[in-house]
């Protein structure tokens, strides 16, 4: 999974971990993403971690903030 080798290379405590993996996994769903080897995929998971470092880290802000900027 994109976000796991992603997080692997940051440094997050492990409630914001699961808020990131599950904002990632939320958003691959609204896209309708089931393919994990889909390049797509690891453009969730970029823009997700891109949201983290933008403020609070927290699913449904995570999610939203993702969502706006791939459909942009």
């Given at each position: 999974?994109?976000?796991?080798?992603?997080?692997?290379?940051?440094?997050?405590?492990?409630?914001?971990v699961r808020?990131?993996?599950?904002?990632?996994?939320?958003?691959?769903?609204?896209l309708g993403?089931?393919?994990?080897?889909?390049?797509?995929t690891e453009?969730?998971?970029?823009?997700?971690?891109?949201?983290?470092?933008?403020?609070?880290?927290?699913?449904?802000?995570?999610?939203?903030?993702?969502?706006?900027?791939?459909?942009?």
């Amino acid at each position: 999974m994109p976000i796991n080798r992603l997080l692997a290379q940051m440094t997050f405590d492990p409630e914001e971990v699961r808020e990131i993996v599950h904002a990632y996994e939320s958003v691959l769903a609204a896209l309708g993403l089931t393919a994990r080897a889909d390049p797509a995929t690891e453009q969730v998971a970029a823009q997700i971690l891109e949201c983290a470092g933008e403020g609070a880290i927290e699913r449904q802000r995570l999610r939203d903030c993702a969502l706006a900027a791939l459909q942009a």
